[in-house]
């Protein structure tokens, strides 16, 4: 069956640096576009950012544009989200998930359960 599971997550100062990894396995993952989104406290599903299945196409929320890169791995079948410049308004539970298609699909079958980042001086 299909398993998204992210790792990375913790605590950073304001400015600081933290890598997210999603684990894929039950699926074709370099068929599949990825994506990352997040959830702060008392507030919806915000999507971040997201990859084509081939990495040739990335795209992001303007919060996070020029402080967050995306990556992935096809031969590891892994998803990386790069955070820098990290800011308190970044705190939110983070969750990787698989698009339906290629492309810059706007729908996603699966979630992973996410990893807390938590952005405090």
């Known amino acids: 069956q299909v398993q998204l599971v992210e790792s990375g997550g913790g605590l950073a100062q304001p400015g600081g640096s933290l890598r997210l990894s999603c684990a894929a396995s039950?699926?074709?993952?370099?068929?599949?576009?990825m994506s990352w989104a997040r959830q702060a406290p008392g507030k919806g599903l915000e999507w971040v950012s997201g990859?084509?299945?081939?990495?040739?196409?990335?795209y992001y929320a303007d919060s996070v544009k020029g402080r967050f890169t995306i990556s992935r791995d096809n031969a590891k079948n892994t998803l990386y989200l790069q955070m820098n410049s990290l800011k308190p308004e970044d705190t939110a539970l983070y969750r990787c998930?698989?698009?339906?298609?290629?492309?810059?699909?706007?729908?996603?079958?699966?979630w992973g359960q996410g990893t807390q980042v938590t952005v405090s001086s």
């Open positions: 039950g699926f074709t993952f370099s068929s599949y576009t």
């Open positions: 998930a698989k698009g339906l298609g290629k492309g810059r699909v706007k729908e996603y079958d699966y």
């Open positions: 990859i084509d299945s081939d990495g040739s196409d990335t």
